[in-house]
């Protein structure tokens, strides 16, 4: 039987995971070009920074859940040996789709994360034909993690299930 506490506490982890990533891609970073007050240079003025927090969270949160279950479920690796038929088959697909999930959903948490967290300074200071821009994080990064997290929850909550099921059934054989 698959622990509802181990359920309970990775859904939790997963959706405020998938919240702080929509949170991310609502306050995402957007930059503009202002002159200084003698008007020798510009540089760029960017609003808020806390949607690289909220990515940072999402990533921590959605790594913390991946752990939660592969240390309850022991990550194929360690225990005793899983009952052959369906829900080992399909563990072991859920298994494969999570991991999956996961990285994609890691990839982009920490890439918008970074790429938020990066400012250009002085834009035009030196007469210079190509001017650094200010430019931001594209729009519907943190969204693509949070879905990728959104989808790794799912997952891997059913990979938990079909686990402890083949389990279950190898050590309470029918016959």
Not at 122 to 140: A, F, H, L, Q, T
Request: with cysteine; aromatic share 14%; charged share 15%.
């Amino acid at each position: 039987m698959a622990s509802k506490l181990v359920i309970i506490i990775v859904f939790i982890l997963d959706l405020i995971a998938v919240g702080l990533a929509i949170a991310a891609e609502q306050r995402r970073s957007i930059g503009k070009v202002v002159p200084d007050k003698e008007k020798d240079y510009e540089y760029c003025e960017y609003g808020s920074d806390i949607a690289t927090s909220y990515g940072a969270g999402a990533f921590v949160l959605l790594l913390t859940s991946q752990v939660l279950i592969m240390v309850a479920s022991r990550c194929f690796c360690c225990g005793k040996a899983l009952n052959p038929g369906g829900s080992r088959a399909c563990a072991i697909m859920l298994f494969l789709i999570c991991w999956v999930f996961f990285l994609i959903a890691e990839i982009c948490l920490l890439a918008a994360s970074i790429r938020n967290a990066y400012h250009t300074k002085y834009r035009k200071m030196w007469n210079i034909d190509n001017p650094p821009s200010c430019e931001v994080i594209r729009k519907g990064v943190f969204a693509a993690g949070a879905s990728f997290a959104l989808f790794t929850g799912i997952v891997s909550q059913f990979y938990y299930i079909c686990y402890s099921r083949a389990r279950d059934d190898y050590q309470n054989p029918p016959y």
